[in-house]
């Protein structure tokens, strides 16, 4: 019996050892910013770029599916031998199977997950989001509102419907170039792919992922095409290190607000309004539904076949996905879970006050 169960326990005891480490490591912004985010992180990020990054396909969606056979034929397989009364090689498969979840979950947080404790990008990029004012909330809303109702009045989205490639391509070479945050991002890996299956992660409620596991960055290539650029941007600067979901929203504004292409501002002045309005709503429902009477009939429209699109794959798998990802962020240092998301537009607020010399 020992024989059998030596190995198993001794990386077991390896790994509770390491994820101990790890565990300590997280309450050591500091070190996690100078020594993971900003030394580690663009080094190590060589490997998946050299092994994954210029495949065409998603590496990372077959390693999710490998994973999760992987997991369940081990559990089979400690079931089996518990039904067989075989307890010893019952033992070890059940401790197998934590060794591969704990191996896993080390991989994760060494690979990109220790981004979530790095320091926070109000520090990075010198921003003071404490007494915003309400006032310069809406004044900043109504500038967005505007920006946002004149580029609508000047492109046609559906001319951009065929033109997906393109939107990645500009939106790669946009953070290639981009200097505003370079002291502090990663600049090792810019790549991003569609899903195997966009269909699919529809119904997960997804428009981009990350893949911490090779560090491939995702858009759904089926949502409407007005979320593209956006999107890119924000999965791209989870690529280059970042993990909060508001500070990757935020990257995406300040990269996109000044494009030379009208469309891919709008994209950006599309999401901002909204991110905006959503947290207007939960402040004063009357201001929320003034401001969003002026959109224009353009930008309604736009709105409305997003939500149409996303509507088709309402159900349980988005339901369930969902709580997920909640949990998922609220244990990844994000108390408020989905809604950090919102969070972008304080963001937002304190860097246009200081950019106009306000703050």
Known sequence: MKTILRKPLLCFAILLLLIGILTYMEGQTALVERYFSRLWY??????PQAIFGFIPFSIGDI????????LVGIAVCALKNLLRKNYIHAIKSFICLLNVVLGLYLYFYSSWGMHYY???????????????QLADYLVLLEQSLDSTNTLRAGINPKEWEDHGEKIKRDME??????TTFQSFLSTTLI??????????VSYFGVSGYF???THEAHVNTEMPVVSSPFTYVHELAHQQGIGFEDEANFIAYVR??????????????????????????????GL??????????????????EAAFWSNYTGWINTASGIFYNGYLKHNNQQEGMARYDRMTKLVLAYELKQQGCR
């Open 118 to 132: 790095r320091a926070p990008i109000t520090e990075n990029a010198g921003l003071d989001t404490d007494s915003l």
């Open 288 to 305: 929320f539904l003034s401001f969003k009477n002026r959109l224009s009939k353009g930008v309604l429209s736009d709105l409305q076949e």
């Open 256 to 285: 996109l607000r000044n494009h030379s292409e009208a469309f891919y501002r709008y994209s950006n002045y599309l999401q901002t309004t909204t991110y905006m309005l959503q947290e207007l709503r939960g402040i004063d429902e």
């Open 173 to 178: 070479e946009l953070v290639r170039t981009d």
């Open 191 to 200: 790549r991003a792919k569609g899903p195997l299956n966009s269909t699919l």
């Open 211 to 213: 893949n911490p596991f």
């Open 42 to 47: 663009p080094l190590f990020s060589y490997v």
């Open 63 to 70: 390693c999710y599916v490998i994973i999760v056979v992987s």
